[in-house]
């Protein structure tokens, strides 16, 4: 099993463009979910999902959309992108069996211009 | 709304120290504490604590949570330079999978 992959690693962008982070789990799990990771702070949730075609936003869901069209693949849209954005993106999935246990993707860096 | 609050923010020790790293939190309809490791990546889970007074032990590391004074402490003993990384503390309300994070203690081992 791959886990949760994330594709870009790294990224660049200028102010105002649009750009979408992929997310993919091969572990059948219904809970996925989008946090962001700025210096001297703890991970953040952005969005969530409870199984394909349900949504929710978490603690800072500006600026960011998502969608959940199949079990495996998570998607973050931004949508016009701002320097306030730059952080470090993580995706997670979670079983609805059992625990709270999170599998974290290895994240993706962005930078806003 | 949901709060979790680690301390210290930062501590240095050297090899063969033990550590106590602790996680406060507020939380409607708890469900679980976790602790993470992240050393520059990817968090990496440690433990989940749902009962109180129950000890998890993993090797050198060691928590326990107390739903009494809601917080839970993450023990680390004969600390290696290995440990050195960002320990996190998460908690998950009711049924969940959302999770609450601190902002992390960074641990620096020294040789």
């Known amino acids: 099993n791959a886990g949760v992959t994330q594709t870009p690693k790294f990224q660049v962008l200028k102010t105002g463009q649009s750009m979408t982070l992929q997310c993919a789990q091969d572990m059948n799990h219904e809970y996925m979910s989008w946090y962001r990771q700025d210096p001297g702070m703890g991970l953040r949730l952005i969005h969530y999902s409870v199984g394909a075609g349900i949504t929710d936003q978490g603690e800072v869901p500006n600026g960011y959309n998502v969608s959940r069209s199949t079990t495996e693949d998570f998607p973050l849209r931004l949508l016009s992108a701002a320097p306030s954005q730059t952080s470090v993106y993580f995706c997670?999935?979670?079983?609805?069996?059992?625990?709270?246990?999170?599998?974290f993707g290895p994240g993706t860096r962005l930078t806003v211009l | 709304e949901d709060k979790v609050v680690q301390s210290p923010l930062s501590l240095v020790v050297h090899e063969g120290d033990t550590v106590t790293l602790n996680c406060s939190y507020e939380?409607?309809?708890?469900?679980?504490l976790l602790w993470y490791k992240q050393e520059k990546k990817a968090p990496t889970f440690l433990f989940m604590l749902?009962?109180?007074?129950i000890e998890k032990k993993s090797g050198r590391l060691s928590s326990i949570l107390d739903k009494k004074e809601l917080f839970s402490i993450l023990n680390i003993t004969a600390t290696q330079t290995g440990d050195s990384a960002v320990y996190l503390c998460?908690?998950?309300?009711?049924?969940?999978?959302?999770?609450?994070f601190g902002s992390g203690t960074q641990l620096t081992v020294l040789p």
């Open positions: 997670a999935s979670t079983a609805a069996w059992g625990g709270n246990e999170q599998f």
């Open positions: 939380v409607t309809n708890f469900r679980s």
């Open positions: 749902t009962s109180s007074g």
């Open positions: 998460a908690v998950s309300p009711g049924s969940a999978r959302q999770l609450t």
